[in-house]
């Protein structure tokens, strides 16, 4: 990857990640407060309408969204293809869902899901085409955008709307409502900024195409969200609403840094490997290099987050969801394994191996239900070890062929994950010999305090290790931020000198 282009990956990155950390703040925020005020069992009955939602972002972001962005070529009339075919396709969806969601009601045991159903599978169609439309924008390099007013639009979604109407005691139709709005809010956006030539209809002569391209990704993508909500739709069939609630708030945190650091690192390695597509070589360092920072980066976020469970828990959703701690600790444990895939099969979609990557998906989806389901009569903490090895062995399965693809060493991947390891073992054995009372301190202070002497642990580690215990591309990664902080310092120099001068 050329240093111009390497740039313009890291700046695209950078400002999807700004995004998305501070929707994630909103979403922690709008959550600790929305916790106090529902019950488990209202997070539970939302958690399965939220599994039918998913099912579209599988489809419509994952299937013609990466269409839009893998095609070499494209036009007015392709793109206005395939978003009218999204829409109508989703629309068509909206009325299966209306049809089924008495049976849905029924098969989760829980009163009134058919009616929340009907009502938030309008934002299918939302959905659909507002991701078609980013995806347009990601094509162009547009990620600056994208961030701004995605945040715009979650903060009133989920603040005013969601919180306004818990207050008001609406229950669990205050999530409900909340994410409708956000939809609406985004689709309305994203038609406004991508310039979609929505005037335009569907052209038979680019039908084809479209399926051509999308058949296989969304086969993959609805595979993959088989296997995502899998552990949620298990615990919700065979424990109950209450049960749900515990277990798919501690599959939310997780998800919450997934959304936030390795979902956007994935939209913009996609188009950066699709470019690469002639090249195996560039290719493979570029996938290189991606491991070499993304691994120790999600290994030390999971040691700091384990360490802190309990902390966390009650910070975010309070003393009524202390079981959600050791759930949440365990599904950390595979956060290198659920975010790194994204940098696998980001390879292998880009170089339109969609076929092996439905495969791998069928196969993680077919153990993500069988492992939750065998351990769904030993309770939910046992559902989240099921869920753990079963994102663990479709990490390796996609890391090994993504490797193959491109000629990358194994012996360079393992010794990347090793160090990693070394690194988040350390910060972790620090960070919980503090919370865990080494200082006469209080439950909330010896958090915060243990908290901070991780993070510092972990800054330490990247400013100070040596080469060979770091690794090149982290050093190189050091060099950079050391520049960007010592260019910020001059400049605040300069103008709070001539300020002084003045």
Not at 17 to 44: H, W
Not at 56 to 75: H, L, Y
Not at 235 to 242: D, E, I, K, W
Not at 413 to 429: M, T
């Amino acid at each position: 990857m050329s240093k111009g282009k390497g740039e313009a990956v890291m700046g695209g990155m950078r400002w999807l990640a700004i995004g998305k950390l501070v929707s994630m703040a909103i979403s922690f925020v709008t959550t600790a407060v929305l916790a106090r005020l529902l019950t488990p069992y209202d997070f539970g009955v939302m958690a399965v309408v939220l599994l039918v939602i998913a099912l579209s972002n599988a489809i419509f972001e994952g299937a013609f969204g990466m269409g839009v962005t893998i095609k070499k070529d494209i036009d007015e009339g392709y793109i206005a293809t395939t978003f009218w075919l999204s829409v109508i396709l989703s629309a068509i969806l909206v009325g299966v869902l209306w049809v089924i969601s008495p049976w849905l009601e029924g098969f989760f045991h829980m009163p009134h899901l058919a009616d929340i159903i009907r009502f938030t599978s309008t934002s299918l169609v939302f959905n659909a085409a507002s991701n078609v439309s980013y995806s347009l924008m990601r094509r162009s390099g547009q990620f600056r955008t994208i961030a701004i007013y995605q945040v715009g639009c979650s903060l009133i979604g989920y603040g005013p709307v969601s919180i306004g109407l818990a207050l008001m005691g609406y229950g669990v139709w205050a999530l409900a409502v909340g994410q409708v709005a956000v939809a609406v809010l985004t689709s309305v956006a994203a038609l406004f900024l991508a310039k979609m030539p929505y005037h335009r209809f569907i052209q038979r002569q680019h039908i084809g195409h479209v399926f051509a391209t999308s058949g296989f990704l969304t086969v993959s993508q609805i595979l993959n969200w088989a296997a995502l909500t899998g552990s949620n739709s298990v615990v919700g069939r065979m424990l109950g609403a209450t049960q749900l609630g515990l277990y798919s708030r501690g599959w939310k945190l997780l998800d919450l840094v997934t959304t936030v650091s390795a979902q956007p690192m994935s939209e913009v390695l996609f188009p950066a490997f699709a470019r690469m597509q002639d090249d195996p070589e560039r290719a493979r360092k570029a996938l290189e290099r991606a491991l070499a920072v993304a691994v120790p980066f999600f290994a030390t976020i999971a040691a700091l987050t384990i360490a802190q469970s309990q902390f966390i828990v009650w910070v975010s959703l309070g003393p009524k969801w202390a079981d959600t701690a050791v759930i949440m600790s365990i599904l950390f444990l595979a956060l290198v394994p659920r975010c790194c895939y994204k940098v696998s099969e980001s390879v292998t979609v880009a170089f339109q191996r969609s076929g092996s990557a439905a495969l791998r998906q069928g196969l993680y989806a077919a153990a993500m239900i069988g492992f939750s389901a065998l351990a769904a009569p030993h309770g939910p903490v046992w559902v989240a070890v099921g869920a753990s090895l079963a994102v663990t062995i479709f990490y390796l399965s996609s890391l090994a062929y993504a490797m193959r693809l491109v000629g990358l060493s194994f012996l360079r991947v393992i010794e990347v994950h090793i160090r990693a390891a070394i690194l988040a073992g350390l910060i972790f054995l620090i960070d919980s010999v503090v919370t865990a009372g080494i200082l006469p301190l209080s439950f909330f202070v010896a958090n915060v305090v243990g908290g901070m002497i991780g993070l510092g642990v972990a800054a330490a580690l990247f400013l100070y290790l040596p080469a060979h215990l770091l690794g090149e591309a982290l050093i190189d990664l050091r060099a950079q931020v050391i520049a960007k902080t010592a260019g910020i310092r001059t400049k605040l120099l300069r103008k709070f000198g001539r300020q002084g001068a003045d």
